[in-house]
């Protein structure tokens, strides 16, 4: 009898680990923080996330997998052209226990011209990604 109340014992413990691991929440986060000039909406997770300058968002509990995302942005009046650098479209490799920060900055680029316009302006988003995830970077296409 003692052997099997110590076999119980062990067996619950083991259970009770074993579905502590396997909890119904994720420890993964994406943040995404918008310090550009003007709005930036990022599409991911079948969501189109809005940010307006100076705004954070977190994204909690992401399940693990790969998602793709795309970013758009709003241009300053007056500006004649835009650019995004960087990782503005790919995909984000999320493993376990992942924490994953998208940073937008902005810049504005002049270019003196002749005529009467005397100038154009470009404005150009910065796309910058960070991960926690040493196992696997994300990928980002061209």
């Known amino acids: 009898m003692n052997f099997m109340k110590k076999l119980l014992i062990h067996l619950f413990l083991v259970i009770f680990l074993f579905l502590q ?3 119904g929440t994720f420890n993964n986060s994406v943040t995404v923080k918008n310090s550009a000039t003007n709005n930036v ?3 991911i997770f079948g969501k ?3 940010l307006t300058p100076g705004q954070t968002q977190v994204i909690k509990n992401v399940q693990k997998g790969d998602y793709a995302y795309e970013t758009s942005f709003d241009v300053p009046s007056g500006v004649s052209g835009s650019s995004a650098e960087g990782s503005a479209n790919g995909l984000l490799s999320i493993g376990p226990s992942t924490k994953v920060t998208i940073f ?4 504005l680029q002049t ?3 002749g005529g009467a316009s005397g100038g154009q302006a470009n404005y150009i988003l910065i796309v910058t990604i960070s991960s926690s995830d040493k196992s696997e970077g994300e990928s980002t296409s061209p």
């Open 21 to 23: 691991g396997c909890g």
């Open 41 to 43: 909406y990022l599409n």
């Open 48 to 50: 189109l996330l809005t």
């Open 104 to 107: 937008y900055t902005s810049r």
């Open 111 to 113: 270019q003196q011209g």
